[in-house]
């Protein structure tokens, strides 16, 4: 294993090993090194006997690249430091030597190991002088300028230094004081300010020691603020700042002044390595209470962001300035601006492992690329495949992928619920008018100081009852207790779980419901509807976050030794600045978290989703982008169609299959065969019901169940209280039943089989099976039951939706066409403006039935003329189901060989899937045709396709284990094999379900998960938890769509949606208007705020109102201008 390290000139004999042993050593003195110390840090490395063999004949020229580490010891074995040096060493050619630091304390630097490729950077107590004179001596190549570092530890030079770039920073004034004589100096000091050289800093202000070294920063407040300062410091246990009364600055010692920025109490750390990579981690803001905010491990929080376009521009000029290949820097972001307030030199991100991939791959290429020509090492520069995103289309042609768009239901969730009753109260409209909503006539409450009214008045209803049974409150006592109890649960309103709707009735309720008694008064009431549950469930979080992960894989790239899991070619398209992502949600809590969960898989982040939904998704929640409350006229009537239909006591006849089915759609027409009288089945779902809550009932009694624990908190009361409601309202007094309450009872039964089997309740799988066929009756009809009430209803929801995604697909081409440049002479080149642009909106069941009926019956393609959209039109009305997860997603390609005009050059494939696997699905599911099918013509020349990997490839979380269902071997992410693209390993082929000798490609493998919070039992339930089914791939309904067709269509589609909706179109457009002439960045409060409703809130709870900052780990594109959600109208809080 050892191998002598007495070189007699620049490295010679090197190369002996076999070139996939790594190796990494520490350097010692010349006549003495001993290579034999391999770092033991290389986990997962067999070396056998047959790696030792020694080469004779190996030409002496094909030696090894040395590269050296120089820098203190603590420094030099730092985790990070470790992990990037591992991974620079599965480089064929290149070995890593740490130089010791009694050697470099100590010994004279011709002593000093030698080395082809130089790391050096000072920190305490590092001899700069000798590693500048070593360099002098010895010539190596330096990642990091030697003089520079000089002059980043004088904060005067490093500020001259960004003035001479170019690059903003706050306005400062340099106070430099002779030591001996600290009283001669220009400094004037006031009540609230400073006069520095004749220039006033008013408070609060900044003063910071001239010398970088000197962490002892404090900050100046004004009397009218309380006076005083903060004193920031190297961080220590889990203070960073205290505060002190202290209102006076330091008399000695140089100082830089500056303004203080409002930033809204973050800090945005930047790391470069090179130019053009750059990842950027906000962190609560020392300044703002001083106490550092960590994590369940103890490390400090750090948020994802995403760097704008001249934020890119910015750490591009910082490292070349400095020239600091690996350089750490502080940004502000106020009053619309990025400022830079300090430069730090060599520094790493801690705790990524993609920044470790990142960077160990772009510093080895970087030395690869400068020194093997010198040293003849046969090495070519690799094709980076997450440069320029080209893919083979279908067709076998190479084309760009230039924008991904996805509509995304949200996760499994638990049950929602609802109450009504009809209020008259004075107090209910005192309520009503406070919050404005004479204005609309309509009122959501949802903020935790809203229903505390709303709480505040039924108990004071509740009392009055009790005390004059005959008084003049007309509410319901039952009801009222019902609106007092949910309103009660949980001890506290987090803002996510629970809502109230007020609804205007100018006479009062029109028609007793089942609930309601028969007498009516007359005059003005207001209908109150109380929801609660529909909460996200850890399952749901899971799907997600898997979701997010195979999600990656339809970006191409990634290719390679550093591909250790699947998808990170959209990984490292994130971080080179060429991927511009935003993420919408609809204002739902399920809705949020879902995005947030998803974005966590997607970009690889780690930690809570709190900061993640934070930062990085957008509240959608006005004008119905994805939200919409109201029902339309149209789909009044057809559930009052649907009523009539289901309510007849004898088997369904023809004429009822043509009246509820017209469109014959295969998953209908099973359903009703299931059914074959509506009244009989509804007959034996209500006595199904009665039985489970006879049963719950008898559990309660039992002492054995006291303590049993449903999943996700949930006790065998709630469950009861859940059913019993159920009970209740289906059956109305005139023994007809209420229809509106089969997705409710289907909804319920679904949780129940999945999530609490291990309860045991009988007959619950009959009870699944006859609610689940009334549900796909009931469910897809209430959205229409014939094609022009599915198209009317659709316009009514999701017109907004569609104008937004045309305009995403309309700005990816056209703002390329001024002087673009050609892929191949691009690459390397830094063009923040050439990028793939993901928008991903996330949204309710509603809006993707909508759009699904906007796809199929809206005249995007004829069925006749068109084989596989006829396929695809068939593969749909097989699908029974949208359920969680359900993903419609379209891809944008460019074909630069085509002509800028031409129709051909932009190219749209439509992809879908029906979301998360039913509980007993597998053996009558509707196959779709794969996922990208290609034609057979081509199989033979078609490259890797990207990394449509396998879900189950990238756990990085052991307590999920995948069941027996795939039993894949998981593979270590440094150890793969480098000769298996990621197309030959893990796709799976489907020729049995593809046209006449196609192929197809399934996106990820279904992968059951369990949720975190599981502990297996015997048998098939688990204690108070579930599986996590998988979820189906995406399917392709088309892939040879032109960008005219897609873009005619949507046009068609928006144009002839009514007057209001035309309202709302001006709306979206005037926002890009409005846009262009904003600032790229309006400060958000990601942390915290006084009297906003967006401050930092505990984990459990989102932002209801836009003030949320804009998306992901460093990315392109500019942060959206932000409304505040209360001020509701046609304000989008969204950019494009």
């Given at each position: 294993?050892?191998?002598?390290?007495?070189?007699?000139?620049?490295?010679?004999?090197?190369?002996?090993?076999?070139?996939d042993?790594?190796?990494?050593?520490?350097?010692?003195?010349?006549?003495?090194?001993?290579?034999?110390?391999?770092?033991?840090?290389?986990?997962?490395?067999?070396?056998?006997?047959?790696?030792?063999?020694?080469?004779?004949?190996?030409s002496?020229?094909?030696?090894?690249?040395?590269?050296?580490?120089?820098?203190?010891?603590?420094?030099?074995?730092?985790?990070?430091m470790?992990?990037?040096?591992?991974?620079?060493?599965?480089?064929?050619?290149?070995?890593?030597?740490?130089?010791?630091?009694?050697?470099?304390?100590?010994?004279?630097?011709?002593?000093?190991?030698?080395?082809?490729?130089?790391i050096?950077?000072?920190?305490?107590?590092?001899?700069?002088?000798?590693?500048?004179?070593?360099?002098?001596?010895?010539?190596?190549?330096?990642?990091?300028?030697?003089?520079?570092?000089?002059?980043?530890?004088?904060?005067?030079?490093?500020?001259?230094i960004?003035?001479?770039?170019?690059?903003?920073?706050?306005?400062?004034?340099?106070?430099?004081?002779d030591?001996?004589?600290?009283?001669?100096?220009?400094?004037?000091?006031?009540?609230?300010?400073?006069?520095?050289?004749?220039?006033?800093?008013?408070?609060?202000?900044?003063?910071?020691?001239?010398?970088?070294?000197?962490?002892n920063?404090?900050?100046?407040?004004?009397?009218?603020?309380?006076?005083?300062?903060?004193?920031?410091?190297?961080?220590?246990?889990?203070?960073?700042?205290v505060?002190?009364?202290?209102?006076?600055?330091?008399?000695?010692?140089?100082?830089?002044?500056?303004?203080?920025?409002?930033?809204?109490g973050?800090?945005?750390?930047?790391?470069?390595?090179?130019p053009?990579?750059?990842?950027?981690?906000?962190?609560?803001?020392?300044a703002?209470?001083?106490?550092?905010?960590?994590?369940s491990?103890?490390?400090?929080?750090?948020?994802?962001?995403?760097?704008?376009?001249?934020?890119?521009?910015?750490?591009?000029?910082v490292?070349?300035?400095?020239?600091?290949?690996?350089?750490?820097?502080?940004?502000?972001?106020?009053?619309?601006?990025?400022?830079?307030?300090?430069?730090?030199?060599?520094?790493?991100?801690?705790?990524?492992?993609?920044?470790?991939?990142?960077?160990?791959?772009?510093?080895?290429?970087?030395?690869?690329?400068?020194?093997?020509?010198?040293?003849?090492?046969?090495?070519?520069?690799?094709?980076?495949?997450?440069?320029?995103?080209i893919?083979?289309?279908?067709?076998?042609?190479?084309?760009?992928?230039?924008?991904?768009?996805?509509?995304?239901?949200h996760?499994?969730?638990?049950?929602?619920?609802k109450?009504?009753?009809?209020?008259?109260?004075?107090?209910?409209?005192?309520?009503?008018?406070?919050?404005?909503?004479?204005?609309?006539?309509?009122?959501?409450?949802?903020?935790?100081?809203q229903?505390?009214?709303?709480?505040?008045?039924?108990?004071?209803?509740?009392?009055?009852?009790?005390?004059?049974?005959?008084c003049?409150?007309?509410?319901?006592?039952?009801?009222?207790?019902?609106?007092?109890?949910?309103?009660?649960?949980?001890?506290?309103?987090?803002?996510?779980?629970?809502?109230?709707?007020l609804?205007?009735?100018?006479?009062?309720?029109?028609?007793?419901?089942?609930?309601?008694?028969?007498?009516k008064?007359?005059?003005?009431?207001?209908?109150?509807?109380?929801?609660?549950?529909?909460?996200?469930?850890?399952?749901?979080?899971?799907q997600?976050?898997?979701?997010?992960?195979?999600?990656?894989?339809?970006?191409?790239g990634g290719?390679?030794?550093?591909?250790?899991?699947?998808?990170?070619?959209?990984?490292?398209?994130?971080?080179?600045?060429?991927?511009?992502?935003?993420i919408?949600?609809?204002d739902?809590?399920?809705?949020?978290?879902t995005?947030?969960?998803f974005?966590?898989?997607?970009?690889?982040?780690?930690?809570?989703?709190?900061?993640?939904?934070?930062?990085?998704?957008?509240s959608?929640?006005?004008?119905?982008?994805?939200?919409?409350?109201?029902?339309?006229?149209c789909?009044?009537?057809?559930?009052a169609?649907?009523?009539?239909?289901?309510?007849?006591?004898?088997?369904?006849?023809?004429?009822?299959?043509?009246?509820?089915?017209?469109?014959?759609?295969?998953?209908?027409?099973?359903?009703?065969?299931?059914?074959?009288?509506?009244?009989?089945?509804?007959?034996?779902?209500?006595?199904?019901?009665?039985?489970?809550?006879?049963?719950?009932?008898?559990?309660?009694?039992?002492?054995?169940?006291?303590?049993?624990?449903?999943?996700?908190?949930?006790?065998?009361?709630?469950?009861?209280?859940?059913?019993?409601?159920?009970?209740?309202?289906?059956?109305?007094?005139?023994?007809?039943?209420?229809?509106?309450?089969?997705?409710?009872?289907?909804?319920?039964?679904?949780?129940?089989?999945?999530?609490?089997?291990?309860?045991?309740?009988?007959d619950?799988?009959?009870?699944?099976?006859?609610?689940?066929?009334?549900?796909?009756?009931?469910?897809?009809?209430?959205?229409?039951?014939?094609?022009?009430?599915?198209?009317?209803?659709?316009?009514?929801?999701?017109?907004?939706?569609?104008?937004?995604?045309?305009?995403?697909?309309?700005?990816?081409?056209?703002?390329?066409?001024?002087?673009?440049l050609?892929?191949?002479?691009?690459r390397?080149?830094?063009?923040?403006?050439?990028?793939v642009?993901t928008?991903?909106?996330?949204?309710?069941?509603?809006?993707?039935?909508?759009?699904?009926?906007m796809?199929?019956?809206?005249?995007?393609?004829?069925?006749?003329?068109?084989?596989?959209?006829?396929?695809?039109?068939?593969?749909?009305?097989?699908?029974?189901?949208?359920?969680?997860?359900?993903?419609?997603?379209?891809?944008?390609?460019?074909?630069?060989?085509?002509?800028p005009?031409?129709?051909?050059?932009?190219?749209?494939?439509?992809?879908?899937?029906?979301?998360?696997?039913?509980?007993?699905?597998?053996?009558?599911?509707?196959?779709?045709?794969?996922?990208?099918?290609?034609?057979?013509?081509?199989?033979?020349?078609?490259?890797?396709?990207?990394?449509?990997?396998?879900?189950?490839?990238?756990?990085?979380?052991?307590?999920?284990?995948?069941?027996?269902?795939?039993?894949?071997?998981?593979?270590?992410?440094?150890?793969?094999?480098?000769?298996?693209?990621?197309?030959?390993?893990?796709?799976?082929?489907?020729?049995?379900?593809?046209?006449?000798?196609?192929?197809?490609?399934?996106?990820?493998?279904?992968?059951?998960?369990?949720?975190?919070?599981?502990?297996?039992?015997?048998?098939l339930?688990?204690?108070?938890?579930?599986?996590?089914?998988?979820?189906?791939?995406?399917?392709?309904?088309?892939?040879?769509?032109?960008?005219?067709?897609?873009?005619?269509?949507?046009?068609?589609?928006?144009?002839?949606?009514?007057?209001?909706?035309?309202?709302?179109?001006?709306?979206?457009s005037?926002?890009f208007d409005?846009?262009?002439?904003?600032?790229?960045?309006?400060?958000?409060?990601?942390?915290?705020?006084?009297?906003?409703?967006?401050?930092?809130?505990?984990?459990?709870?989102?932002?209801?109102?836009?003030?949320?900052?804009?998306?992901?780990?460093?990315?392109?594109?500019?942060?959206?201008?932000?409304?505040?959600?209360?001020?509701?109208?046609?304000?989008?809080?969204?950019?494009e």
């Amino acid at each position: 294993m050892s191998e002598p390290c007495n070189r007699p000139g620049p490295v010679q004999e090197r190369g002996r090993i076999r070139r996939d042993v790594p190796r990494f050593v520490i350097g010692c003195e010349e006549d003495e090194q001993d290579m034999g110390q391999m770092e033991a840090g290389m986990k997962n490395e067999m070396l056998h006997q047959d790696d030792m063999e020694v080469y004779e004949n190996e030409s002496p020229s094909e030696r090894q690249i040395v590269v050296g580490i120089c820098a203190m010891v603590k420094k030099s074995k730092s985790k990070p430091m470790t992990e990037i040096l591992e991974r620079l060493c599965k480089f064929d050619y290149i070995d890593v030597v740490i130089f010791p630091e009694e050697v470099i304390l100590e010994e004279p630097v011709e002593k000093w190991p030698l080395c082809d490729c130089l790391i050096s950077f000072h920190s305490k107590g590092f001899p700069l002088d000798k590693a500048v004179e070593y360099a002098k001596l010895r010539n190596p190549m330096l990642i990091n300028d030697l003089n520079m570092q000089y002059f980043i530890q004088d904060r005067r030079e490093v500020y001259r230094i960004l003035q001479e770039e170019g690059i903003d920073l706050p306005r400062y004034g340099v106070l430099n004081r002779d030591p001996d004589n600290p009283e001669e100096c220009n400094l004037v000091e006031g009540e609230d300010h400073v006069e520095v050289n004749g220039e006033v800093f008013p408070k609060p202000f900044v003063e910071k020691p001239v010398c970088a070294e000197d962490h002892n920063v404090y900050i100046y407040y004004p009397t009218s603020a309380g006076g005083g300062s903060q004193r920031l410091f190297r961080k220590i246990g889990s203070r960073s700042s205290v505060y002190s009364p202290e209102s006076n600055v330091r008399k000695t010692g140089s100082y830089i002044y500056e303004e203080f920025m409002p930033t809204d109490g973050t800090d945005v750390k930047v790391y470069t390595v090179g130019p053009d990579y750059a990842h950027a981690e906000a962190r609560k803001s020392p300044a703002l209470d001083g106490k550092v905010e960590r994590d369940s491990e103890g490390k400090e929080i750090r948020f994802p962001v995403m760097l704008t376009a001249m934020e890119k521009l910015v750490a591009r000029k910082v490292c070349l300035a400095f020239k600091q290949t690996v350089c750490g820097f502080d940004l502000l972001r106020a009053n619309g601006h990025s400022y830079v307030c300090d430069v730090n030199g060599f520094s790493f991100v801690k705790n990524s492992m993609k920044y470790y991939d990142d960077c160990a791959k772009v510093l080895g290429n970087m030395v690869m690329r400068e020194l093997a020509p010198q040293l003849h090492i046969p090495w070519s520069i690799p094709m980076e495949a997450e440069d320029i995103p080209i893919v083979p289309t279908t067709s076998g042609t190479m084309m760009e992928l230039r924008c991904v768009i996805a509509i995304i239901r949200h996760g499994d969730r638990t049950p929602k619920q609802k109450m009504k009753m009809e209020v008259r109260h004075p107090l209910f409209f005192e309520l009503f008018k406070k919050y404005g909503g004479y204005k609309t006539g309509k009122l959501k409450l949802k903020k935790p100081k809203q229903l505390q009214e709303v709480l505040d008045i039924a108990r004071l209803l509740l009392v009055e009852l009790g005390q004059h049974n005959d008084c003049e409150i007309e509410e319901k006592k039952s009801k009222l207790e019902q609106l007092k109890t949910v309103l009660e649960m949980y001890g506290h309103f987090s803002g996510i779980n629970r809502k109230v709707q007020l609804t205007y009735l100018r006479n009062g309720q029109p028609k007793a419901s089942s609930e309601e008694e028969d007498c009516k008064k007359d005059g003005p009431s207001l209908l109150l509807v109380l929801k609660w549950g529909g909460e996200l469930t850890p399952a749901g979080r899971v799907q997600a976050e898997e979701l997010g992960r195979a999600f990656r894989c339809m970006y191409p790239g990634g290719q390679g030794d550093f591909a250790g899991f699947p998808g990170c070619g959209l990984l490292r398209l994130h971080s080179t600045y060429r991927h511009d992502l935003k993420i919408y949600a609809s204002d739902e809590g399920r809705v949020q978290m879902t995005a947030a969960a998803f974005a966590k898989g997607l970009l690889a982040l780690e930690g809570e989703l709190t900061p993640i939904l934070v930062q990085m998704v957008k509240s959608a929640n006005m004008n119905g982008l994805l939200d919409s409350d109201s029902l339309t006229d149209c789909q009044q009537k057809v559930k009052a169609r649907l009523h009539e239909i289901m309510q007849k006591d004898q088997e369904f006849i023809q004429d009822d299959f043509q009246k509820l089915a017209p469109t014959g759609s295969p998953s209908l027409v099973n359903s009703m065969k299931v059914i074959e009288n509506p009244v009989k089945t509804c007959d034996k779902v209500y006595a199904l019901i009665q039985s489970l809550t006879s049963q719950i009932r008898k559990r309660l009694e039992d002492p054995k169940s006291a303590d049993l624990q449903l999943y996700h908190s949930e006790t065998l009361e709630l469950m009861l209280q859940r059913w019993s409601k159920l009970e209740r309202d289906f059956r109305m007094k005139n023994g007809r039943y209420d229809i509106s309450k089969i997705p409710d009872i289907y909804d319920c039964i679904k949780y129940d089989s999945q999530h609490n089997a291990s309860v045991g309740l009988e007959d619950t799988l009959e009870l699944f099976r006859l609610s689940r066929a009334l549900a796909d009756i009931v469910i897809p009809q209430e959205y229409g039951i014939n094609k022009a009430e599915k198209l009317d209803i659709a316009q009514a929801y999701c017109v907004p939706l569609m104008k937004k995604i045309y305009l995403d697909l309309q700005r990816t081409h056209e703002e390329e066409a001024v002087n673009k440049l050609h892929p191949l002479y691009s690459r390397g080149v830094m063009s923040p403006g050439r990028h793939v642009r993901t928008r991903l909106y996330f949204t309710s069941e509603s809006h993707v039935h909508s759009l699904l009926s906007m796809f199929r019956y809206g005249g995007l393609l004829d069925e006749v003329k068109d084989q596989q959209w006829k396929q695809a039109m068939d593969y749909l009305s097989a699908v029974t189901e949208l359920n969680y997860m359900t993903q419609i997603v379209i891809m944008l390609y460019e074909d630069n060989n085509k002509d800028p005009s031409s129709e051909e050059r932009f190219h749209v494939e439509l992809h879908f899937s029906p979301g998360v696997k039913g509980c007993e699905d597998e053996e009558n599911v509707p196959l779709g045709f794969g996922f990208r099918p290609a034609s057979s013509e081509n199989e033979d020349k078609k490259p890797n396709q990207g990394s449509l990997e396998d879900l189950s490839q990238d756990q990085t979380d052991d307590a999920l284990p995948v069941t027996e269902l795939i039993n894949l071997q998981r593979r270590s992410p440094m150890i793969r094999n480098r000769k298996t693209g990621s197309m030959e390993v893990l796709s799976e082929t489907s020729p049995n379900h593809s046209s006449k000798g196609c192929t197809s490609h399934r996106l990820f493998q279904s992968c059951s998960r369990q949720s975190p919070e599981i502990k297996p039992a015997g048998g098939l339930g688990f204690e108070g938890c579930s599986m996590v089914p998988s979820i189906y791939p995406l399917e392709t309904l088309h892939n040879s769509l032109s960008l005219k067709q897609v873009e005619e269509f949507l046009s068609k589609v928006c144009e002839s949606s009514g007057e209001a909706q035309a309202k709302t179109m001006k709306a979206v457009s005037g926002l890009f208007d409005s846009q262009s002439q904003t600032s790229l960045y309006s400060p958000q409060q990601p942390l915290s705020s006084s009297g906003s409703e967006a401050s930092f809130r505990p984990p459990a709870q989102p932002l209801w109102h836009g003030r949320i900052p804009s998306s992901a780990v460093s990315s392109a594109g500019p942060s959206s201008p932000t409304t505040d959600g209360s001020n509701l109208g046609l304000n989008f809080s969204f950019s494009e």
